[in-house]
T-cell receptor
Framework: GAGVSQSPSNKVTEKGKDVELRCDPI?????LYWYRQSLGQGLEFLIY????????KSGLPSDRFSAERTGGSVSTLTIQRTQQEDSAVYLC??????????FGPGTRLTVT | AQKVTQAQTEISVVEKEDVTLDCVYE???????LFWYKQPPSGELVFLIR??????QNEISGRYSWNFQKSTSSFNFTITASQVVDSAVYFC??????????FGSGTRLSIRP
């Protein structure tokens, strides 16, 4: 069966440009998370969607970051006016309610 | 508030040694879940185990074992006869319905040949 997929796998962008990162969760999973991981660091929580509830945006580092989850499935993380400090691997994970998360392979974002 | 602490930032052992990764959690909820994940050098996080708060039985899977003790709020992970392929970053996490999944900061395990 299909796991969590993310696209693109790599993204190089110039400082100041906007980027969109996509996550396709496992079908039927009600929860979707976005994380950021800098080289050699832990998981930094960004945003959490659970069913039809309002998303938990408490981890978004600035108003340049936003995310949507359409139809309870696909999610898009948008970073506006990218900065060099936004360079990291962005990970998406999905789960069925509170059960274990399954992670995608990540999108490596490099801002030049 | 929920919290997960992995006090060991890095551990390095020689192959075939046993190694234990510590995980201490904090929660006010009576129903919660605990998890361990592995992140090998390739980068993709892999789910290893889930435990619910009502099941304190220890779990063994091959060379891996997990010790859940509610009395000390710990969910430790032991690798027996470690191998080089066990080298990875290991994350402990907890979840309750009143919160979201919370991860510890991870323990980087290096197994030297």
């Amino acid at each position: 069966g299909a796991g969590v997929s993310q696209s693109p796998s790599n993204k190089v962008t110039e400082k100041g440009k906007d980027v969109e990162l996509r996550c396709d969760p496992i079908s039927g999973h009600t929860a979707l998370y976005w994380y950021r991981q800098s080289l050699g660091q832990g998981l930094e929580f960004l945003i959490y969607f659970q069913g039809n509830s309002a998303p938990d945006k408490s981890g978004l580092p600035s108003d340049r970051f936003s995310a949507e989850r359409t139809g309870g499935s696909v999610s898009t993380l948008t970073i506006q006016r990218t900065q060099q400090e936004d360079s990291a691997v962005y990970l998406c994970a999905s789960s069925f309610q509170g059960y274990e998360q399954y992670f995608g392979p990540g999108t490596r974002l490099t801002v030049t | 508030a929920q919290k997960v602490t992995q006090a060991q930032t890095e551990i390095s052992v020689v192959e075939k040694e046993d190694v234990t990764l510590d995980c201490v959690y904090e929660t006010r909820d009576t129903t919660y879940y605990l998890f361990w994940y592995k992140q090998p050098p390739s980068g993709e996080l892999v789910f290893l185990i889930r435990r619910n708060s009502f099941d304190e039985q220890n779990e063994i899977s091959g060379r891996y074992s997990w010790n859940f003790q509610k009395s000390t709020s710990s969910f430790n992970f032991t690798i027996t006869a470690s191998q080089v392929v066990d080298s990875a970053v290991y994350f402990c996490a907890s979840y309750s319905s009143a919160s979201k999944i919370i991860f510890g900061s991870g323990t980087r395990l290096s197994i030297r040949p």
